[in-house]
C-alpha cells in the first residue's frame, strides 16, 4: 500500500485538476440542479460517462497512441454542432428568460418535470462523449499519465475514476443547494447568458483547430 496508495492519489488529484474546470458537462449538472429536474440521475450518468473514458483511456487508448486524426475530427465536428446547438438554446432563453422560477407545479404542489428520464440520461452522455476535451483530458491524458506507473496503471485509472466520483457528488451537492436558494430571474438570465457564450467560444475555439 506504500506505493499504491500514492499512485491512487496522483491519478485522483489528476482527474479532479481537470474536471474542475468549468466547461458543458459542469454546466449541464448546475443547471439541472437549479431547475430540480433529474439532477441525481445526471450526476450518476456524468460520473459513470466519465469512469468509462478513463477506463478506455488506462486500459487501452495511451497504448495505442490516442485517438486518430480522422476519429478525432469527427469527435470535434459532432461537439462543435452539439455546442454550437446547446450555445443557441441557452441564447434562448437568454432572450425570453421564463417567467417563474424552477418546474411548474402541478395541483398537488410537486413539481412537473419537462425533462423526461430518458432525455436527461441522453443529454448527460451527450455532454459527456460529445465534448472533445473530454476525450483529450480524460481518456488519453489521464491514460498517458498511467503508463508512468508500469503495473499499477490501474491503480492510477481508479484514482481517476473516484476523483471524478467525487467531483460530481461535490457539484450536484452545490446545485442541489444552489437550486433551492436562488430566487432571481436575473441570476438565471446571467447564467444562460453566460453559458451560451462559453458555449459559442469552444465550438468557435474547436472549429479553428480542424484548420
Do not use: E
Not at 492519489?9 to 439541472?32: D, E, K, Y
Not at 421564463?98 to 404542489?109: F, I, K, Q, V
Not at 460530481?168 to 457564450?197: C, K, M, P, Q
Amino acid at each position: 500500500m506504500s506505493f499504491a496508495l500514492p499512485t491512487f492519489t496522483a491519478g485522483m488529484v489528476l482527474s479532479l485538476s481537470l474536471i474542475m474546470a468549468i466547461g458543458p458537462q459542469n454546466a449541464h449538472v448546475l443547471r439541472m440542479g437549479l431547475q430540480r429536474q433529474h439532477l441525481w440521475l445526471t450526476v450518476a450518468v456524468c460520473a459513470l460517462a466519465d469512469i468509462a473514458l478513463i477506463s478506455l483511456g488506462v486500459l487501452g487508448l495511451a497504448q495505442l497512441g490516442g485517438l486518430s486524426d480522422k476519429l478525432m475530427g469527427a469527435l470535434i465536428g459532432a461537439g462543435v454542432l452539439f455546442l454550437g446547438y446547446y450555445g443557441w438554446q441557452a441564447f434562448r432563453r437568454f432572450q425570453t428568460p421564463p417567467t417563474r422560477l424552477g418546474p411548474a407545479l402541478s395541483d398537488t404542489g410537486r413539481p412537473t418535470a419537462t425533462t423526461t428520464r430518458r432525455q436527461a440520461v441522453w443529454s448527460a452522455l451527450a455532454f459527456s462523449w460529445l465534448n472533445p476535451h473530454a476525450w483529450l483530458d480524460t481518456a488519453v491524458l489521464i491514460g498517458t499519465a498511467s503508463l508512468a506507473y508500469g503495473q499499477a496503471s490501474k491503480v492510477f485509472g481508479l484514482g481517476a475514476a473516484a476523483g471524478s466520483v467525487v467531483w460530481f457528488a461535490l457539484l450536484g451537492t452545490a446545485a442541489f443547494w444552489l437550486g433551492r436558494r436562488l430566487n432571481s430571474l436575473r441570476i438565471w438570465r446571467a447564467l444562460d447568458g453566460a453559458v451560451a457564450l462559453m458555449m459559442w467560444g469552444i465550438a468557435a475555439w474547436l472549429l479553428a483547430s480542424l484548420f
